[in-house]
Each structure stands twice: as structure tokens, then as C-alpha cells.
């Protein structure tokens, strides 16, 4: 495979995704998905249980098949260039018991700029340093990620795709079951990501946290409900779509205004998705 480097792609890197259908065992979980995610870009991705966010980030990734459409990164068939994206699955899917330390972990973020064969060097080592450094990790370097709290972990896992030096970071679901603090440095993470023309997508439940962070909102029930600026995203008509029974009380009623903020300076109230 052709190995693609910055000097080759140095603007940001373009995302166009065109009438993607995926799923598993015969289920479609993405159905004629088409996004164009400008480059550069900060996209909370956000939907019910079972909407297909982390289908999307898995194929994105190659994890898994496209029965219909294509999609594109840098304006070529995806597949071509995947040492550009990184990704970062959700923490129950990761076999924590697997016996490798922190510095391990982080230094697989470099096997897409080596080759999975190659020795790391004396700049690969100085990259995961300062990648551990920056999640404040260093310290923790010789331990075994088994033994990291969640917070840990998943900032450790941060730390590997900062590693990869990616021009796409896929999140999925970094905000679950980890402490505050982590939360802040991953929010953190992004804001300095945006700086560096990183393009950031990020699955979360959290309507007031991808109101409050993100400058675009993807919402999805197998098929795009709507996308745009959160104020226009995330309406009473589009909510509805998209949860339909899920927010519904004892009465009947849409529960919309208490999972979407109707503006980003409303106080955050809990994740009622």
C-alpha cells in the first residue's frame, strides 16, 4: 500500500461520505448515509442507541464493509490512506487485560508512520513522550494500562492517536464512564486539535455537551436526521425524529426542551438520550 504523508495532503483533510448503507448479519445499522464533513472540522455525532454512530466510525476505519455507496478522504477511495485516521473505540471494547503498559499502547501510534515491522526511533520515542506528557501520563509510562482507571485509560488512548499525528480523529463515545477531569482534557484536546486543522468527529449521548462543544451536529437513526450548527441541528421536529418513543414521558410529551439546550450557554443538565 501506498504510505501517504503530510507533505502529499497538506491541506486539512476532506471527509465526503455518498449514500453509505452498512450493517451486520443481514441488519443494515447505516442506511444511505451522505455527509460532506467540511475540512477541519468539529462534528458531534449524536443519534439514539442503535442510530449507527459507531457503525459510521467503523467503516470509516475499514472495520467493517460498505454494502452500497463510497466514501472518500483526501478525494480518494477510502482505504487508500488510513494511517490518516485514528480512531478510538468505546472503552468496552478494548480487552484491557491484554499485558502491555501505557507506553506500549502509545507507541502503536506510530506503527502507522513505521510499518508494523520497523523499530520506533529516537523520534518516534520523543513524539510518544510528549504525546504522554501532554495527557499527563509520563509518569505512568511503565505501568500496565490494565491497571489505569477508566479516566486513565482513555486518555491513554488519546495519547496514541495524538501518536499517530492524524488528519481525522474518530471518537466514539469518549465521554462515558470517565471522571470530570477527563472529560475537560479530551474537550481540551479537541479546542487545541480545531487549532492544528485536525478534523475531530465524536459520537456522544450528550445533547448539551455536543450543543455546548461542537460547531457541527450529525443526527442520526440509521439514516441522517439532520446536520448543521447545533441550533439548527438539534430542534423539537429533528429530536423527535430521531427518539421518537425514547423521550416521550408518561404523558406523552416530547421531553426535547430537557436534552437541548436552546442555546450553548444553557447550564448542562444531564444526558437524558
Not at 16 to 28: K, P
Request: charged content about 20%.
Amino acid at each position: 500500500m501506498t504510505k501517504h504523508t503530510d507533505h502529499e495532503f497538506p491541506e486539512p483533510a476532506r471527509l465526503d461520505i455518498d449514500n453509505v448503507t452498512a450493517g451486520y448479519n443481514g441488519s443494515d445499522a447505516l442506511i444511505d448515509l451522505t455527509l460532506q464533513i467540511p475540512p477541519g472540522s468539529q462534528v458531534a455525532i449524536v443519534g439514539p442507541n442503535g442510530a449507527g454512530k459507531s457503525t459510521l466510525f467503523k467503516v470509516l476505519v475499514g472495520l467493517m464493509p460498505i454494502r452500497k455507496g463510497s466514501i472518500q478522504i483526501h478525494c480518494q477511495p477510502i482505504g487508500q490512506h488510513r494511517d490518516c485516521v485514528a480512531y478510538i473505540p468505546q472503552r468496552e471494547e478494548v480487552d484491557w487485560k491484554f499485558p502491555v503498559t501505557v507506553r506500549d499502547v502509545v507507541t502503536m501510534g506510530r506503527y502507522a508512520q513505521l510499518g508494523w515491522f520497523a523499530q520506533p526511533g529516537s523520534q518516534d520515542s520523543e513524539v510518544v513522550d510528549d504525546c504522554l506528557k501532554q495527557m499527563n501520563l509520563l509518569d505512568l509510562a511503565n505501568a500496565s494500562v490494565g491497571d489505569l482507571s477508566g479516566g486513565q485509560q482513555q486518555r491513554a488512548f488519546l495519547a496514541r492517536a495524538l501518536a499517530q499525528e492524524p488528519h481525522i480523529l474518530l471518537m466514539d463515545e469518549p465521554f462515558t464512564g470517565v471522571d470530570a477531569a477527563t472529560v475537560e482534557t479530551t474537550l481540551a484536546l479537541i479546542k487545541n486539535l480545531r487549532q492544528k486543522k485536525v478534523t475531530v468527529l465524536v459520537s456522544t449521548h450528550d445533547l448539551n455537551l455536543a450543543a455546548q462543544h461542537f460547531e457541527l451536529v450529525a443526527l442520526l437513526n440509521k439514516r441522517l436526521i439532520s446536520f448543521g450548527p447545533p441550533e439548527k441541528a438539534l430542534t423539537q421536529e429533528t429530536l423527535k425524529a430521531a427518539f421518537s418513543q425514547q423521550l416521550v414521558n408518561m404523558n406523552g410529551a416530547l421531553l426535547v426542551d430537557d436534552c437541548c439546550p436552546p442555546d450553548k450557554d444553557h447550564h448542562h443538565r444531564g444526558d437524558h438520550a
